[in-house]
Every structure is written in structure tokens, then in C-alpha cells.
């Protein structure tokens, strides 16, 4: 089965193709909804890798909401007590955070600021006087250690570069500069700083509208970014939040790479999955760090990537949620003995896709909450899916996953 992350990716690609000539911001919005999901989704996973057995994959969901950026949940805010800050406020805190020489504009139906007790947010132009870009900004509460907050993975989004630091009183700025896949024009800078008290501000700029560029690059510079996030003016929007329960508060090491155990457990898995292969493939390269696989089978070239995650409540939850899935069209599930589920499944971009296939997989959903993932498409990186008959079928892909080794 493809992963979320494959998915979520598709998707906004998809969007981006769809709506690159459309300058209206609904479908902008769209299109920023699901690859604002996706990265929200690669945090996730970049919070697994620091567990002893989970090994991040592919990063990437197809949440199409704009509201639904940094979400912590679908809390009522009348249980907060809290006062909340108003829309209008709101925007006054953000206009005090941004450079003076600009003006904001507001946009239909972009205020986030009533969903969750955790969070507040809103989506806006800002003109700098050389055009209005897109700024979309996040005031919250996670249960994030700031340790979980790191450069998005080159790997599985085009980026042109990253800044990560640490400041003296232990949060973290991260500068991200990404590129869009389907749209070459397209820019998106974001800026997250991270308390380690869970306290969190993100701002994500465009260089015009997500899928409609109007200049070279977005309007902040990384300082006016930086000034922007660590503004003090955010102390009264953290001041109407409520903490997420179960909130760090203990300051982490700056170093952002995943645990030895974690690295440990993809070198393992890398040497099971090769151990797997069937005869006649050939490894050509190996990369641990994305536990990745190219590989060569009758002249074909792919890459597979291999995950497992160990038994858990959320593995329990998918597990059971199963059979009321409605299957995506190529899917098939076959229930195995003493429990658990097999699947197996072929995508285009887009969860329900099939001209032209890119994505191959296979998942074992174990019966005591584990999982293990083995998914494949044609070329390098994450995102550079291509069309082709892979090097290994999904029969090959099912052999491999079922085999008992992966639990002995």
C-alpha cells in the first residue's frame, strides 16, 4: 500500500499542475492545504525516528483544509478558559511581528483562530510594495521536543537549503527553503521556532500565491523570518492558549539526527530486506539514512524503502479501522492466519490513480499493533516518482513483507 506520504505528495502535486494558471486563492488554497499537511505529516515522522524501532519512510498526507496546518486536535475552545484573541487582534500582533514597510490583506475565509484551545492562526497577503505573497502563520501549543523540530528532509521534498540553530535559552529556529516539483517557479520559505515548553511559531511565505508565482522570491529575508517568529508580540497569543498535556519542558541537544538506535534499526532492516531480495536483483545502492534500496531486477532500476513500527495503540487503531477503509482501486487485503492484514497496492498521484502508476507496496498490519512497510517506485529521490514497470511486482513486494524474519 503507499504510504501517506506518497500520497500526500501525489496530491499536491496534482493540485499544482491543476490550478497553476488559476490566480484565484481558493484553489492556491488547496493546493497549499495538502502539501502543508504533508510536511506536518514528515514532522510525525521525524518524531518516530527517535524512537527505538521506528524508521522514518516517505513524508506526506492529502489534507486539503487550509484551517488545518499544525492542527492538535479538534478541541472545543469553549473548554480552554482562556479568552480568546480576536481575528482582529490577531492580525495586529502579526502586523507588529513583520517589517513596517509592508501592509497585510486579508483573505476570504482564512481565520484559524477558533479551532483548537492549542493553536491559533490565519492566512494573509502581505505586499511589500513588489507584489502580495501568500503568508500563512501559526501561533500553538504541541507536545513536540524540540528536537522533533528539524530541516525538512532533502530526500523526500525539493529544497534549496536549511538552516537550523539553537538559541542560548534552548528553542530552535529552522529556516526551510523548498521548491515545488510541478510548478518550477514556485518558492515557500518557512520559518518554525520551538520552545522547549512546547510553544511553537510557524510562518510560511510564497513568492506570490502556492501555485501562482508573481516574483522571484518571497518577501521576508531569513532575519525578517527570524525577527518575525521570535517576535515578543506572540506572548499574548501563547498567553489566550492552552498547554498540550504531556508538554516538554526540558531543554534537548541541538543535534538533530536520529537516534543510534534508530540508525542502528535501519542498518537491520536494510540487511533483511536484502537478505529478501529475490534472485537475481541487484543492490546498487544503499542509504541507510532514508533506509532506501536501489535496486536492479531484469534490467529494471527502482528504489525501495523499508519502515517498521513496533506494536502501539495507533498500530491497534489502524489495524481495527480497516475493514471500514473503502480500498483504493488496484488494493487487495487478505487477513492472515492468527490475525493481522496484508496489503497490497499500486497508486498514480493520488490515492485512487491508476493512469499512470507510480507508486508499488506492501504493509503487514501485525496483530499486536506493529507494522512493516516495504514500498518502491522508479527513481532517486522521494518525490521523483516516474512511470515504467518497477524492478519487483507486487507478488515480489507481498513475498517479502510476509516472510517471518522480519519478527524473529
Not at 155 to 169: G, K, L, Y
Not at 316 to 325: I, N
Request: include cysteine; aromatic fraction near 6%.
Amino acid at each position: 500500500m503507499s504510504t501517506d506520504d506518497e500520497l500526500g505528495s501525489a496530491l499536491s502535486r496534482v493540485f499544482d499542475g491543476a490550478v497553476a494558471l488559476a490566480p484565484e486563492p481558493v484553489p492556491g488554497r488547496l493546493a497549499a492545504g495538502a502539501r502543508r499537511s504533508g510536511l506536518r505529516r514528515q514532522r510525525r515522522h521525524v518524531a518516530a525516528a527517535t524512537g527505538a524501532l521506528a524508521v522514518t519512510v516517505l513524508a506526506a498526507a492529502a489534507g486539503l483544509s487550509a484551517a488545518g496546518y499544525g492542527h492538535s486536535g479538534a478541541d472545543d475552545p469553549a473548554t480552554s478558559g482562556h479568552v480568546r484573541v480576536s481575528e482582529q487582534r490577531f492580525e495586529e500582533l502579526l502586523a507588529g511581528a513583520l517589517p513596517k514597510d509592508g501592509r497585510l490583506q486579508r483573505m476570504d475565509r482564512a481565520w484559524t483562530g477558533g479551532h483548537s484551545p492549542h493553536e491559533m492562526g490565519s492566512t494573509l497577503f502581505y505586499d511589500d510594495g513588489s507584489g502580495a505573497s501568500w503568508l500563512e502563520v501559526t501561533v500553538q501549543y504541541t507536545a513536540d521536543r524540540v528536537d522533533q523540530v528539524v530541516c525538512m528532509n532533502a530526500f523526500q521534498v525539493p529544497t534549496d537549503s536549511c538552516a537550523r540553530t539553537v538559541q542560548p535559552d534552548g528553542s530552535v529556529l529552522v529556516i526551510d527553503k523548498l521548491r515545488n516539483q510541478s510548478v518550477a517557479a514556485v518558492r515557500e520559505w518557512r520559518a518554525v521556532w520551538a520552545a522547549p515548553d512546547g510553544r511553537q511559531v510557524r510562518l510560511t511565505e510564497y513568492n506570490g500565491e502556492p501555485s501562482n508565482p508573481s516574483r522571484s522570491a518571497p518577501p521576508l529575508t531569513d532575519a525578517q523570518l527570524t525577527a518575525a517568529v521570535t517576535s515578543p508580540v506572540w506572548t499574548e497569543a501563547f498567553a489566550a492558549l492552552t498547554p498540550v498535556a504531556g508538554t516538554p519542558d526540558a531543554t534537548v541537544s541541538a543535534d538533530a539526527h536520529p537516534s543510534p538506535t534508530a540508525a542502528g534499526t535501519a542498518e537491520t532492516l536494510l540487511d533483511e530486506l536484502t537478505a529478501l531480495l529475490p534472485a537475481g536483483t541487484t543492490v546498487d545502492t544503499r542509504d541507510p539514512s532514508n533506509s532506501r534500496l536501489a535496486v536492479t531486477a531484469q534490467g529494471r532500476h527502482s528504489s525501495l524503502t523499508v519502515a517498521f513500527d513496533p506494536p502501539s495503540q495507533r498500530g491497534l487503531d489502524d489495524l481495527a479501522t480497516l475493514p471500514q477503509t473503502l480500498p483504493t482501486p488496484l488494493e487487495v487485503r487478505e487477513p492472515l492466519p492468527g490475525g493481522g492484514m496484508v496489503v497490497v497496492n499500486a497508486t498514480g498521484n493520488g490515492k485512487t490513480a491508476t493512469d499512470v502508476l507510480l507508486h508499488w507496496g506492501a504493509t503487514v498490519y501485525y496483530p499486536d499493533g506493529a507494522q512493516l512497510r516495504v514500498n518502491e517506485w522508479n527513481g532517486e529521490k522521494g518525490y521523483e516518482a516516474a512511470p515504467g514497470t518497477p524492478a519487483l511486482d507486487l507478488a515480489a513486494l507481498k513475498a517479502i513483507v510476509l516472510s517471518p524474519s522480519w519478527r524473529s
